[in-house]
Nanobody, 114 residues
Protein backbone atom coordinates (compact mmCIF):
# COMPACT_ATOMS: atom_id res chain seq x y z
CA UNK A 1 0.00 0.00 0.00
CA UNK A 2 1.35 3.40 -0.98
CA UNK A 3 0.09 6.57 0.65
CA UNK A 4 0.41 10.06 -0.83
CA UNK A 5 -0.28 12.99 1.47
CA UNK A 6 -0.99 16.49 0.23
CA UNK A 7 -2.63 19.75 1.21
CA UNK A 8 -0.14 21.28 3.63
CA UNK A 9 0.92 24.89 3.52
CA UNK A 10 1.24 28.16 5.37
CA UNK A 11 -1.85 29.47 7.13
CA UNK A 12 -2.54 32.22 9.64
CA UNK A 13 -3.73 31.40 13.15
CA UNK A 14 -7.46 30.77 13.09
CA UNK A 15 -7.34 29.56 9.51
CA UNK A 16 -8.19 26.17 8.04
CA UNK A 17 -6.52 23.55 5.89
CA UNK A 18 -7.63 20.22 4.52
CA UNK A 19 -5.09 17.46 4.13
CA UNK A 20 -5.63 14.51 1.81
CA UNK A 21 -4.08 11.06 1.80
CA UNK A 22 -4.56 9.03 -1.35
CA UNK A 23 -4.03 5.28 -1.03
CA UNK A 24 -3.06 2.85 -3.76
CA UNK A 25 -5.33 0.29 -2.10
CA UNK A 26 -7.58 0.09 0.95
CA UNK A 27 -7.94 -3.68 0.91
CA UNK A 28 -7.07 -5.16 4.29
CA UNK A 29 -6.63 -1.82 6.01
CA UNK A 30 -7.89 -1.84 9.57
CA UNK A 31 -7.05 1.62 10.87
CA UNK A 32 -6.30 5.03 9.41
CA UNK A 33 -4.52 7.79 11.28
CA UNK A 34 -2.97 11.20 10.92
CA UNK A 35 0.19 11.92 12.87
CA UNK A 36 2.19 15.09 13.20
CA UNK A 37 5.75 15.77 14.20
CA UNK A 38 6.85 19.18 15.39
CA UNK A 39 10.55 20.11 15.41
CA UNK A 40 12.27 18.45 18.35
CA UNK A 41 9.19 16.45 19.27
CA UNK A 42 8.14 12.86 18.81
CA UNK A 43 5.53 11.93 16.23
CA UNK A 44 2.05 12.02 17.78
CA UNK A 45 -1.32 10.87 16.57
CA UNK A 46 -3.83 13.67 15.98
CA UNK A 47 -6.76 11.76 14.49
CA UNK A 48 -7.84 8.18 13.97
CA UNK A 49 -10.70 6.50 12.15
CA UNK A 50 -11.70 2.88 12.51
CA UNK A 51 -13.26 0.59 9.87
CA UNK A 52 -16.65 1.23 11.48
CA UNK A 53 -16.13 4.96 11.10
CA UNK A 54 -15.51 5.77 14.75
CA UNK A 55 -13.11 8.64 15.27
CA UNK A 56 -10.69 9.53 18.03
CA UNK A 57 -8.78 12.70 18.75
CA UNK A 58 -6.43 13.89 21.48
CA UNK A 59 -7.62 16.79 23.60
CA UNK A 60 -5.24 19.15 21.82
CA UNK A 61 -7.23 18.99 18.57
CA UNK A 62 -10.67 17.80 19.73
CA UNK A 63 -13.37 20.03 18.29
CA UNK A 64 -11.03 21.54 15.68
CA UNK A 65 -9.88 18.59 13.55
CA UNK A 66 -12.11 16.20 11.65
CA UNK A 67 -10.89 12.97 10.07
CA UNK A 68 -12.91 11.35 7.32
CA UNK A 69 -12.56 8.65 4.71
CA UNK A 70 -13.92 8.15 1.20
CA UNK A 71 -13.58 4.47 0.39
CA UNK A 72 -14.68 4.91 -3.23
CA UNK A 73 -11.89 7.44 -3.78
CA UNK A 74 -9.45 5.50 -1.54
CA UNK A 75 -8.70 8.76 0.18
CA UNK A 76 -8.54 9.92 3.77
CA UNK A 77 -8.91 13.54 4.80
CA UNK A 78 -8.06 15.74 7.75
CA UNK A 79 -10.03 18.96 8.02
CA UNK A 80 -8.19 21.30 10.36
CA UNK A 81 -10.01 24.37 11.64
CA UNK A 82 -9.07 27.19 13.99
CA UNK A 83 -5.42 26.36 13.52
CA UNK A 84 -2.94 27.41 16.18
CA UNK A 85 0.83 27.96 15.98
CA UNK A 86 1.30 24.80 18.04
CA UNK A 87 -0.31 22.82 15.22
CA UNK A 88 2.78 23.49 13.12
CA UNK A 89 4.62 20.38 12.03
CA UNK A 90 4.94 17.70 9.40
CA UNK A 91 1.73 15.72 9.04
CA UNK A 92 1.89 12.06 8.07
CA UNK A 93 -0.89 9.75 7.07
CA UNK A 94 -0.67 6.21 8.34
CA UNK A 95 -2.55 2.98 7.79
CA UNK A 96 -2.38 -0.31 9.63
CA UNK A 97 -3.55 -3.55 8.10
CA UNK A 98 -5.34 -6.40 9.84
CA UNK A 99 -2.01 -8.24 9.64
CA UNK A 100 -0.43 -5.40 11.63
CA UNK A 101 1.61 -3.99 8.74
CA UNK A 102 2.18 -0.24 8.95
CA UNK A 103 2.17 2.07 5.95
CA UNK A 104 3.25 5.72 5.98
CA UNK A 105 2.83 8.61 3.61
CA UNK A 106 5.69 10.97 2.91
CA UNK A 107 4.49 13.83 5.10
CA UNK A 108 3.22 17.29 4.32
CA UNK A 109 4.34 20.47 6.08
CA UNK A 110 1.80 22.60 7.91
CA UNK A 111 2.95 25.97 9.20
CA UNK A 112 0.65 28.16 11.27
CA UNK A 113 2.07 31.64 11.58
CA UNK A 114 1.10 35.26 11.18
Amino acid sequence: VQLQASGGGLVQPGGSLRLSCAASSIEGIMLWDWYRQAPGNEREVVAQITPAGSTNYPDSVQGRFIISRDNAQKTMYLQMNNLKPEDTGVYFCHARSYRRYDYWGQGTQVTVSS
